[in-house]
């Protein structure tokens, strides 16, 4: 790990612990030495940025950053138990910060349009859960997140006229869902200590304040739950019951 503490201005590929590091000429990377990548692919475009700190774990996971940067800081693990599964980190355009001591195990974290994301220290992202983020995503610190959670600040995908998607389809071929613009996009904020049901969909508009608890199979879209409020969806009403803890 030694020969990539520091690696700028050269294109560059390395093979080490069964995962492929692939710095393009005009990439900013530092990888500390205390770093452990195994059975993963990092791809850092020329023009991008990558920082990742002291006693970072990567495993099973692939890591693109095609525009913008990704910082991932100390004793934080990005990681899948599953050697067949990987964790995806893909930044085709914007910023994405990890704090120290957080565990991403979830199966994508996706960001474009120059969007910001964020998350805290001590916070823990799930296996199965999805992070689209095109605006502004900010999660704090000792949050439980649980599985197949969805946080989107965004609609993801533009209405166009059938014409144009059409379009857009025959163009783009077999590349499905191509969007030239960002879609609609409102701030999601996650406080700190908060905890996140399975199933969980936290979408474009929401705040969650701290302490905040969102029940299991609830959706929430532009919602703002208080901090220390209990937010759970009984499907067979469809209504949000927002409770003081």
Same mark, same amino acid.
């Given at each position: 790990?030694?020969?990539?503490?520091? +690696?700028?201005?050269?294109?560059?590929? *390395?093979?080490?612990?069964?995962?492929?590091?692939?710095? !393009?000429?005009?990439?900013?990377c530092?990888?500390?030495?205390?770093?452990?990548i195994?059975?993963?692919? %990092?791809?850092?475009?020329?023009g #991008?940025?990558?920082?990742? =700190?002291?006693?970072?774990?990567?495993?099973? #996971?692939?890591? $693109?950053?095609?525009?913008?940067?990704?910082i991932?800081?100390? !004793?934080?693990?990005?990681?899948?138990?599953?050697?067949?599964?990987r964790?995806?980190?893909i930044?085709?355009?914007?910023q994405?910060?990890?704090?120290?001591?957080?565990?991403?195990?979830?199966?994508?974290?996706?960001?474009?349009?120059?969007?910001?994301l964020? %998350?805290?220290? *001590?916070?823990?992202?799930?296996? =199965?859960?999805?992070?689209?983020?095109?605006?502004?995503?900010?999660?704090g610190s000792?949050?439980?997140?649980?599985?197949?959670?969805?946080?989107?600040?965004?609609?993801?995908?533009?209405?166009?006229?059938?014409?144009?998607?059409?379009?857009?389809?025959?163009? $783009? *071929?077999? *590349? !499905?869902? $191509?969007?030239?613009?960002?879609p609609k996009?409102?701030?999601?904020?996650? =406080?700190?200590?908060c905890?996140?049901?399975?199933?969980?969909?936290?979408?474009?508009?929401?705040? +969650?304040?701290? =302490?905040?608890?969102?029940? !299991?199979?609830?959706?929430?879209?532009g919602?703002? +739950?208080p901090?220390n409020?209990?937010?759970?969806?009984? %499907?067979?009403i469809?209504t949000?019951e927002?409770?003081?803890?």
């Amino acid at each position: 790990m030694g020969l990539l503490t520091f +690696i700028r201005d050269i294109q560059t590929a *390395y093979l080490l612990r069964s995962s492929v590091v692939r710095f !393009f000429k005009g990439a900013n990377c530092k990888v500390a030495s205390s770093a452990r990548i195994s059975n993963s692919k %990092i791809v850092v475009s020329s023009g #991008a940025d990558l920082q990742i =700190g002291e006693n970072v774990v990567i495993r099973n #996971a692939e890591l $693109y950053v095609e525009k913008g940067s990704l910082i991932i800081a100390d !004793f934080s693990i990005i990681s899948s138990n599953d050697k067949n599964r990987r964790v995806a980190v893909i930044i085709n355009d914007g910023q994405v910060e990890i704090d120290n001591h957080s565990k991403i195990s979830c199966d994508k974290i996706w960001v474009r349009f120059g969007g910001a994301l964020s %998350i805290g220290s *001590y916070t823990n992202l799930n296996r =199965g859960s999805e992070i689209r983020c095109d605006e502004r995503i900010k999660i704090g610190s000792y949050n439980q997140i649980s599985y197949n959670v969805r946080i989107w600040d965004t609609n993801t995908h533009n209405i166009l006229k059938p014409e144009q998607r059409r379009e857009i389809a025959r163009r $783009y *071929y077999p *590349y !499905f869902g $191509y969007e030239k613009t960002r879609p609609k996009t409102k701030p999601v904020e996650i =406080g700190d200590d908060c905890w996140i049901g399975e199933n969980a969909a936290i979408l474009k508009g929401t705040t +969650i304040g701290n =302490g905040g608890i969102v029940g !299991f199979n609830t959706t929430l879209t532009g919602v703002q +739950i208080p901090p220390n409020h209990v937010a759970v969806q009984d %499907i067979s009403i469809k209504t949000i019951e927002q409770k003081h803890i």
